[in-house]
């Protein structure tokens, strides 16, 4: 196979590349993208979520059996009270629990006490917009525990796809670059645009001082 067959091939191999990593990833980019646009300018109205947010209080009898450890405690409750999501900032005695449980535009507050058999359930529910806005930053990390792994299946899966998004990313711009490249002599204005970008990227990454 001679030197021009090879880069004939993997030309072609770039481009349907490109264009199959680009349709699977399009909507993911498109929900980053607005979802960034409505933390950049949370004046917009339309998308107002924090004033129209619902709150809820309820109360639900649980029955902790004996002889559980803590793990066990809270699967128990959270079946009893039917809810799942990632749990974070567990507080935990011999006589009660304290945990919240969230998912993107939902937050649950909860307060198990063991002796009186009840767990009180303080609820915090958001539109779409606030949906959006927290499926943004989601990812299940634990600020005051950075090594601890999420504990909920869809964290996992949410936090393997955006993995898969930013190395998409970093394929479709190598592509990019690459596909402008074999053509750059009728697109000059190329030169300019990757300039500008190396240039502003780099004041942010390493200019901008505070």
Known sequence: MNYKTLIKKFTYSNRRLHIHVGLFMVLFIWLFSFSGLLLNHGEWKFASFWDERKEKTTETAVSIPAGLDSLDKLKSILSQLK?????????????????SVSYPGHVSNIHADFKKGIGIQKELSYNIWGKLRTLHTFNGANRDHPDVEPNWLLTRVWRFSMDAVALGLIFLSFSSWIMWYKIRHNYSWGYLALIAGFVLAAYFVFLLRS
């Open 83 to 99: 809810i799942s999501g990632e749990v974070n900032n567990v507080k935990m005695t011999s006589d009660s629990a304290d945990f």
